[in-house]
């Protein structure tokens, strides 16, 4: 939530669309199913929102950036591992995991 009002998430949109960084390799297309903030610190509402993304058709929840990488504020969030544990254990290991876009 803290880099919201400095990023509408372009970067990360350009980067899944050209495939470059966290995506490269991938095969085949990359649909995007849904794109949200954490909901503040610490991060709870995370789970629940990438547990709804998952039932409308995500087989991956994707970290942004700002979130693990300290892009664009020059500060990465102090709950990026306990938000990413408490995710894996709600939507389950079947889902796929990524830490950062760009």
Do not use: W
């Not at 954490?38 to 970290?63: L, N």
């Amino acid at each position: 939530m803290q880099t919201e009002g400095l990023c509408p998430g372009t970067t990360d949109f350009k980067v899944i669309r050209e495939k470059k960084y966290a995506f490269e390799g991938v095969e085949g297309e990359i649909e995007i199913v849904g794109f949200i903030t954490c909901g503040g610190c610490p991060g709870k509402k995370a789970v629940a929102r990438a547990a709804e993304m998952v039932k409308r058709g995500a087989d991956t929840i994707v970290f942004a950036s700002c979130i693990t990488r300290e892009n664009p504020s020059g500060f990465s969030c102090p709950h990026a591992e306990k938000m990413k544990e408490a995710v894996i254990a709600r939507v389950g290991d079947d889902i796929a995991m990524i830490e950062y876009t760009h």
